[in-house]
């Protein structure tokens, strides 16, 4: 079991930046891929960034230029670095650890809400 919290979230206006941050609850980074899914209301979740304890990372292709996944394992965070936001970003994010070997256990943080809005 990993509980995920995240924070960081908040308003901020159009081109604005903002780092989100997921604190998981256990250390094994080596056993999960970690990543960012937002979701609008009404909308599917969709995945904005994954990362793998080596650093490999992978982005929705609409954002990879904006967006940056980073893992900090001496802190034990996983961040989202986000810039130049508009309106479209605002959704709700959310943390996720997926076990490598077992893909079909994963686990996700309660999400933080993101509104970009002048």
């Known amino acids: 079991q990993v509980q995920l919290v995240e924070s960081g979230g908040g308003f901020v206006q159009p081109g604005g930046s903002l780092r989100l941050s997921c604190a998981p609850s256990q250390t094994r980074y080596g056993a999960y891929i970690w990543g960012w899914f937002r979701q609008v209301l009404g909308n599917e979740r969709e995945m904005v960034a994954t990362i793998t304890p080596g650093g490999l990372t992978n982005y929705a292709a609409s954002l990879k230029d904006r967006f940056t996944i980073s893992l900090d394992t001496v802190n034990g965070t996983i961040y989202l670095d986000m810039r130049d936001l508009d309106a479209e970003d605002t959704a709700v994010y959310y943390c996720?650890?997926?076990?490598?070997?077992?893909?079909?256990?994963?686990?996700w943080g309660q999400g933080t809400q993101v509104t970009v809005s002048s």
């Open positions: 996720n650890a997926r076990n490598r070997v077992v893909t079909s256990r994963e686990y």
